[in-house]
Nanobody, 126 residues
Framework: QVQLVESGGGLVQAGDSLRLSCAASGRTFNSNDMGWFRQAPGKECEFVSAITRNSVNTDYADSVKGRFAISRDNAKNMVYLHMNSLKPEDTAVYYC???????????????????WGQGTQVTVSS
């Protein structure tokens, strides 16, 4: 079982930066791939970024590639999403998610992640 708590969201202007943090509890954190997803009002939840358990591989949605960076610190059970050059279309609730070794699914699929945080709001004004 993994419990996740996101933080770091807020109201910023276009072009600003934010760093989201996700604190994970549980002894199995080092074996979890981690993902960030977001959901804007009236839209479906969409993949933002993911990082494998050993940080060897990362993946980004095309809409954030080159602006966002995902990282993790396994010693601290933390995952981060560094967001630069924010745009109004980045406005959404951002969720941190953890995978399970018992579930085989593409890294961009929500099906891969049975553990989710409560979300943190990011609002980007123009």
């Amino acid at each position: 079982q993994v419990q996740l708590v996101e933080s770091g969201g807020g109201l910023v202007q276009a072009g600003d930066s934010l760093r989201l943090s996700c604190a994970a509890s549980g002894r199995t954190f080092n074996s979890n791939d981690m993902g960030w997803f977001r959901q804007a009002p009236g839209k479906e939840c969409e993949f933002v970024s993911a990082i494998t358990r050993n940080s060897v591989n990362t993946d980004y949605a095309d809409s954030v590639k080159g602006r966002f960076a995902i990282s993790r610190d396994n010693a601290k059970n933390m995952v981060y999403l560094h967001m630069n050059s924010l745009k109004p279309e980045d406005t959404a609730v951002y969720y941190c998610a953890a995978s399970s070794r018992f579930i085989s699914a593409p890294i961009r699929s929500t099906r891969k992640y049975p553990f989710w945080g409560q979300g943190t709001q990011v609002t980007v004004s123009s």
